[in-house]
C-alpha cells in the first residue's frame, strides 16, 4: 500500500511509519544505530523541514538561512544540479548573501 503525497509522489505506509518511530528518543537511538538513510534522487525529502542529516531538520538548525529562504518547501532534488559528476548547491534568497 501506498499513501499519496502532496508533491505527487508515493511513499510506502510502512516507511513513513518508520519514520515517525524515530522521533521517539528511545527508539530512534537504536534505528540510528542500526540503519543508514540514504537520500536517493531526493524527490521525496523536504530540504528544509524533513531530518535528512541525521541531527534535525535545517530550519531548525540554521534558522538565519531558512528565513532568507525563497522557497521553504523544496525538495532536496531540487536544490541544485549535477556539473561534471559535482553537485552544485543552488538556492534562491530573498536578498544577496554576505552583503
Given at each position: 500500500m501506498s499513501e499519496q503525497?502532496?508533491?505527487n509522489t508515493k511513499i510506502s505506509l510502512w516507511w513513513k511509519d518508520l519514520k515517525e518511530i524515530r522521533k521517539f528518543e528511545e527508539w530512534g537511538g537504536m534505528f540510528k544505530d542500526c540503519f543508514n538513510w540514504e537520500v536517493g534522487d531526493g524527490i521525496n525529502i523536504l530540504f528544509w523541514?524533513?531530518?535528512?542529516?541525521?541531527?534535525?531538520?535545517?530550519k531548525d538548525r540554521?534558522?538565519?538561512?531558512?528565513s532568507l529562504s525563497?522557497?521553504?518547501?523544496?525538495q532536496l532534488f531540487n536544490c541544485g544540479d549535477w556539473v561534471d559528476e559535482v553537485w552544485v548547491w543552488n538556492f534562491p534568497w530573498r536578498k544577496d548573501l554576505f552583503d
Open positions: 503525497r502532496d508533491n523541514t524533513d531530518n535528512w542529516v541525521g541531527s534535525g531538520a535545517l540554521i534558522l538565519r538561512l531558512y525563497v522557497d521553504k518547501d523544496e
